[in-house]
């Protein structure tokens, strides 16, 4: 069991998240707690121009309020949302925070994740600690 879960949520798809949430429950010591974060992604400075001036205030205000909402389901979780690069800032966090295990979602590589890579292989390549992947 563990006693300092990180679960990375991405909007993409609720199927992942819930899964992810219930991997991490299921790992979980009874007295230990599970951070749901969400990275933020910087946008261009040429983009973000283009958008609302409250746009960012009211993107992280919507996106807490939908992590607290999950927490809740957990009792022992809390939700957080910071800014950066999703596999950098995700192994900062880890790192930082004491983390001994991270619950990540991930897709089927396509061949532009060949090229770039994708978040959770970031973070399996680089983690610290130990890493769930669920497909």
């Known amino acids: 069991m563990y006693k300092n879960i990180l679960v990375p949520i991405a909007f993409d798809s609720d199927a992942k998240a819930e899964a992810a949430m219930a991997v991490a429950k299921q790992l979980a010591a009874d007295d230990s707690e599970i951070t749901l974060l969400h990275v933020m992604e910087h946008i261009p400075g040429y983009a973000i ?57 991930s897709h089927r590589p396509g061949m532009g994740d060949m090229l770039l890579g994708s978040t959770a292989t970031q973070v399996v390549r680089h983690a610290n600690c130990a890493v769930h992947v669920l497909r």
């Open 49 to 105: 121009s283009y958008m609302p001036p409250d746009y960012l205030k009211q993107s992280r205000d919507a996106i807490q309020s939908e992590l607290d909402a999950m927490a809740a389901k957990f009792g022992q979780a809390k939700g957080l949302v910071v800014e950066g690069h999703s596999g950098r800032t995700i192994l900062d966090f880890a790192e930082d925070n004491g983390i001994d295990l991270i619950v990540v979602a």
